[in-house]
């Protein structure tokens, strides 16, 4: 009889560690997944992916302003200055969050694009302008 019982209370605490041991797992994965999803990288794709569209809808003379105020914040936060967040290099859009990476994504329309921070209300600068040129002269 005695022999029984302690297996029964072996097999219970073995159930009971296995429970915890899954639990912590899943609370560290979901801590994870939430601090990507709040990170620089996500914004930094996000941030490209929707300048290089609206650059290939756009049309040489056509100046358009996005805000960036989430972006800023997060830059700050990692020591970045806001005239470094956004660089436009022949067709690619690089944005840069933080001290370790960047994300570059490309657009398609073949125009001349620059870009620099919107100053019109100099106390609280969380836009972008981008001014569409004229199209790239093919040689």
Not at 8 to 17: C, K, S
Not at 31 to 47: N, P
Request: aromatic share 10%; proline share 2%.
């Amino acid at each position: 009889m005695k022999k029984e019982i302690g297996k029964r209370g072996a097999i219970l605490m073995e159930n009971v560690v296995f429970i915890i041991l899954n639990l912590l797992f899943i609370s560290i994965l979901i801590v994870f997944l939430l601090k990507q999803g709040e990170g620089a990288i996500v914004l930094e794709q996000s941030y490209a992916k929707y300048i290089a569209l609206v650059i290939d809808a756009a049309k040489p003379g056509m100046e358009i302003k996005i805000d960036m105020e989430k972006g800023k914040k997060l830059a700050e936060k990692n020591n970045i200055d806001f005239d470094e967040i956004v660089k436009i290099s022949g067709n690619s859009v690089k944005i840069k969050l933080s001290k370790n990476g960047e994300y570059i994504y490309s657009f398609f329309n073949d125009v001349n694009v620059t870009c620099y921070p919107d100053t019109s209300n100099p106390e609280d600068v969380t836009a972008y302008i981008f001014k569409i040129n004229e199209y790239n002269a093919h040689e």
